[in-house]
């Protein structure tokens, strides 16, 4: 029986993968860095002292990741405050799932950018517990976001069904013991064995209703 729900943000509730693309994309080309087409993939779910490493040491910047970081959240703050890029249906959805359980979220968003999502949304009011990736010792695909966000609920991890749009994710989550509910990226499709791990498969996020959530 499900007891509680945590949602992923990025490609779920806002369209914003094509967003942290841009930004970070941009900053490697003005700072001299070698973008390269894996790299979006290779960084998706990765927490930001993950990706910000990453950055440093894969595509080539030459500022401390802490510095990569901070830039980065600095730019996409100021995207989310100019436009916010929800997605067709998430607020519908985040309501009818938060009028019947309890609600978590697991991202790998930085705490600034959870927290400015929510606020400027009006959707915190529906999270009884949110859980940012870089409060954990390990990004997505490992299970400890979801793991800690079913901590934060107190409900265990196999009561619970995640929302999940990435191939990371999707693994992060169903490594937490979870149920979940994959509602693919049509820009970065998660794989098929990934996809396949996933207890239910939704077209879009308006198709996600309790009906879909339980078992």
Known sequence: MIEAV???????????????????????????????????????GMSSPEWSAYMHDVVGLAEPPEEINAEVVRRLEAVYREELPLLDGAMEAVEALAARWPLGLASSSNRELIDLVLRVSGLERWFAATVSSEEV????????????????????????????????????????????VAIPNPQYPPADDALAAADVVLPAVAALTPAAVEP
């Open 6 to 44: 945590v949602f992923d943000l990025d490609g779920v509730i806002v369209d914003s993968e094509h967003v942290w693309d841009e930004v970070r994309q941009r900053l490697t080309e003005e700072r001299g860095g070698r973008w390269h087409d894996q790299a979006s993939r290779d960084m998706m």
């Open 137 to 180: 010792p390990r990004g997505k695909p490992a299970p400890d976001v979801y793991l800690e966000a079913a901590r934060r609920l107190n409900v265990p991890p196999e009561r619970c069904a995640a929302v999940e749009d990435s191939e990371n994710g999707i693994r992060s989550a169903k490594a937490a013991g979870m149920r979940v």
